[in-house]
T-cell receptor
Framework: TQLLEQSPQFLSIQEGENLTVYCNSS?????LQWYRQEPGEGPVLLVT?????EVKKLKRLTFQFGDARKDSSLHITAAQPGDTGLYLCAGAAGANNLFFGTGTRLTVIP | DAGITQSPRHKVTETGTPVTLRCHQT?????MYWYRQDPGHGLRLIHY???????DKGEVSDGYSVSRSKTEDFLLTLESATSSQTSVYFC?????????????FGQGTRLTVV
């Protein structure tokens, strides 16, 4: 099992604040994906990062893949209540397997 | 939304009974997956399929079997349900394999084994 640890597990912030979520592993991944999951729904893909050191931006969300392809971070600028949800990172290894992190549950208070 | 339908959405069953969960897709994607999601464990892969009648084990396959007789349907069977199999089960589909392309998830099936 290739463990992906996410931190923090829970995060509650005020609207307008910035935050960073971390995804760490001792394993190297060929690519890493970030998903957001809302209650009663399945996860929805936000981004895929492939190259070590890669940075991708999606509006107020910035994703970074570590140089060694073992870790990643998600930074949200000026969080909004619509950002509330469970954020999951997932590392790709082997021919066809995704290993998911345990998730960060974010609550943005209006 | 990607055309993925899981059934049933909720089920309560007794220990020792067989249970089958169904995943139906209308996207004609090659790959289909079954995951379980538990607090503190995230999503874990049970089995996946890369074509009709082509399946392989995932991380937590013990106690589960799958079948894919048609492109659009992927069935997950618990031959004899145990309380440890109480979980939320998600089906996912992708065209080229999750390593390289987006996986679309169903809405989940909440299974309780009493």
């Amino acid at each position: 099992t290739q463990l992906l640890e996410q931190s923090p597990q829970f995060l509650s912030i005020q609207e307008g604040e910035n935050l960073t979520v971390y995804c760490n592993s001792s394993s190297v991944f060929s690519s890493l994906q970030w998903y957001r999951q809302e209650p009663g729904e399945g996860p929805v893909l936000l981004v895929t990062v492939v190259t070590g050191g890669e940075v991708k931006k999606l509006k107020r969300l910035t994703f970074q893949f570590g140089d060694a392809r073992k870790d990643s971070s998600l930074h949200i600028t000026a969080a909004q209540p619509g950002d509330t949800g469970l954020y999951l990172c997932a590392g790709a290894a082997g021919a066809n397997n995704l290993f998911f992190g345990t998730g960060t549950r974010l609550t943005v208070i209006p | 939304d990607a055309g993925i339908t899981q059934s049933p959405r909720h089920k309560v069953t007794e220990t020792g009974t067989p249970v089958t969960l169904r995943c139906h897709q209308t996207e004609n994607h090659r790959y289909m997956y079954w995951y379980r999601q538990d607090p503190g464990h995230g999503l874990r892969l049970i089995h996946y399929s890369y074509g009709v009648k082509d399946t392989d084990k995932g991380e937590v396959s013990d106690g589960y079997s799958v079948s894919r007789s048609k492109t659009e349907d992927f069935l997950l069977t618990l031959e004899s349900a145990t309380s440890s199999q109480t979980s939320v089960y998600f089906c996912a589909i992708s065209e080229l394999g999750q390593k390289n392309t987006e996986a679309f998830f169903g809405q989940g099936t909440r299974l309780t084994v009493v």
